[in-house]
């Protein structure tokens, strides 16, 4: 019972050795001494160490992964997916209401006697486009084809329509309806679902490559009555509408339209643990990844890139990234259904990415103007699939080679320490730290009570030397330091009633003051080594 207290006691001045992200709850999970108590005792408590992951642990909490990149040093990357383009977003197929009269060419008025005219047509239907697109062929998934035929001739017809450029994608057998137009019901109309059909817009009625061009075929046997009045200018009407249309496959060249490309990345809350201060990241880098599954090229520049901060000011991104034109590769028709993924980088080499991500930024703004077919890429043959997509990723790497000065932050952890320091009169904590990490930390300690009123600080001290850096951008050798914290009877008496303590940390790395950045390699760390001397009171039972 005693024992556990006692340790309690070192357990919370061993608190003072901790900095800025690392996880209070460290020491609760170390390898202690056991030990043996008398009223005064001077022991060794334990020994613990921190690499450079321990130290930054907690922005791991906001999104961040802490590694190493290939030339082992410790990195940090934010990963957002940021936006995704479906090809039913990015084309849709136009509602389509085309219409045509073809005249029969005859003329003739009370004839006397009854005959019969046939005629076949042969003629050309064009496909109405949005923006330009230039269709081959289409296999649709949903959608409604329906064909109205009428006469104005003053006679019955009877009639055979063949849509050449609609094939049924079983039998591959054309759309074709047949029907009989009189003069007491001069009108029909079909309809079809366009899931069993495939439409080739490639070829004109005498087989030409053409685009967007839909072939009909009209056969039809005009029955002339003895009292028919027909002039050469009449003849049969056909319209031909296409309803809701969706496609599975399209081969089509979209030609440079645009893809609405624009986000913010808002997740950025890791920047918060860095607090006041400044940290300098020397070489950060921003990698879009583009995976693209549609059948062409796009092209990409940046219209906009902008970090704001927590403060409100707008930081632009400046550099030769800005204006060219980034191509991203499409999958081409030869290997339909894959997808193929191109990394643009931001970097200090082509644009001001430091100062952006050095503004510790609440949010960054991403305005990408996209189109497909750019001048910079080879000309390709295009198409898309319903699934097809541009999905962007965005990697922000941030490896430790960094500037830090006198960056402060805070943290709370929550006591329970009433029962535990009524037996202590005195006790000295001795920190004795070993060092090789180009970084040096200041801590200041208070106790809180529920209202978060000190109740006792701990004023700001150096408990841990920055190491000095060798010319090989590596530390040259390791830094002890000692210090001893002390609190008398009247102290302890001050921080029984505490429930948190708030622990205060500065943190700045080897000539901070001269701009130098320094590394930190995945094989740092910090040992911090625990001893103390406590005088306490034991009472004739033991407890």
Not at 121 to 139: C, K, Q, R
Not at 396 to 405: A, S, T
Not at 407 to 421: E, F, K
Not at 512 to 525: I, K, L, P, R
């Amino acid at each position: 019972m005693f024992k556990s207290k006692t340790k309690s006691i070192l357990l919370l001045g061993g608190l003072a050795v901790f900095t800025l992200g690392c996880n209070l709850d460290y020491f609760a999970e170390a390898q202690l001494e056991e030990f043996t108590w008398n009223p005064t005792v001077a022991l060794p408590i334990g020994e613990i160490s921190y690499n450079v992951g321990d130290l930054f642990r907690d922005i791991s909490d906001a999104g961040v992964d802490i590694g190493s990149n290939a030339n082992d040093v410790v990195t940090l990357t934010y990963q957002e997916e940021l936006q995704s383009q479906s090809a039913n977003g990015f084309i849709e197929i136009s509602d389509q209401s085309i219409s045509e009269k073809r005249s029969a060419g005859i003329n003739v008025n009370n004839p006397g006697v009854a005959s019969q005219v046939s005629k076949t047509d042969v003629f050309p239907l064009i496909w109405n486009t949005s923006f330009g697109e230039e269709y081959d062929s289409v296999a649709f998934s949903s959608g409604t084809l329906q064909i109205e035929m009428s006469s104005d001739l003053d006679a019955n017809v009877d009639f055979t329509l063949i849509l050449r450029s609609f094939e049924n994608n079983s039998t591959r057998v054309p759309y074709s309806v047949s029907g009989t137009l009189t003069t007491a019901n001069p009108s029909a109309s079909f309809s079809d679902d366009l899931v069993k059909y495939i439409a080739d817009f490639s070829r004109d009625e005498n087989g030409n490559p053409v685009k967007n061009t839909l072939v009909v075929e009209l056969t039809y046997q005009v029955n002339i009555s003895p009292t028919s009045s027909i002039q050469a200018t009449d003849g049969l009407n056909v319209a031909l509408n296409i309803r809701q249309p969706q496609f599975d496959e399209a081969y089509v060249f979209v030609g440079q339209r645009p893809l609405d490309v624009s986000f913010e990345l808002v997740n950025l809350e890791f920047f918060d643990a860095f607090g006041t201060g400044t940290i300098d990241f020397a070489a950060p880098v921003f990698r879009f990844a583009f995976d693209n599954s549609f059948g062409f090229p796009l092209g990409i520049t940046f219209n906009e890139m902008a970090a704001v901060t927590q403060q409100g000011q707008i930081i632009n991104l400046t550099g030769s990234a800005v204006n060219q034109v980034n191509v991203i590769e499409g999958p081409t028709v030869g290997n339909i259904g894959t997808s193929l993924e191109t990394v643009f980088e931001l970097n200090n080499t082509n644009s001001n990415l430091a100062d952006l991500v050095n503004s510790k930024p609440a949010k960054v703004i991403v305005d990408v103007n996209a189109f497909a077919n750019p001048n910079e890429a080879p000309t390709q043959y295009n198409y898309m699939l319903n699934e097809s997509e541009l999905r962007i990723t965005g990697f922000l790497e941030m490896p430790m080679i960094v500037n830090i000065n006198q960056l402060a932050g805070s943290q709370q952890v929550d006591l329970d320490i009433a029962n535990t320091l009524e037996q202590a009169n005195n006790l000295i904590l001795r920190i004795i730290t070993e060092n090789n990490l180009p970084l040096g930390g200041n801590v200041e300690l208070a106790f809180l009570d529920n209202n978060d009123n000190e109740l006792y600080v701990i004023s700001e001290r150096a408990f841990f030397d920055a190491a000095p850096v060798g010319s090989d951008g590596r530390t040259s050798s390791s830094v002890t330091k000692i210090v001893d914290v002390t609190l008398a009877s009247e102290q302890i008496r001050q921080i029984e009633n505490a429930v948190r303590i708030e622990v205060r940390t500065r943190l700045s790395t080897t000539n901070a003051g001269t701009g130098q950045a320094v590394t930190f390699f995945s094989d740092y760390e910090l040992k911090i080594k625990l001893a103390a001397q406590a005088d306490v009171n034991i009472n004739s039972n033991g407890n």
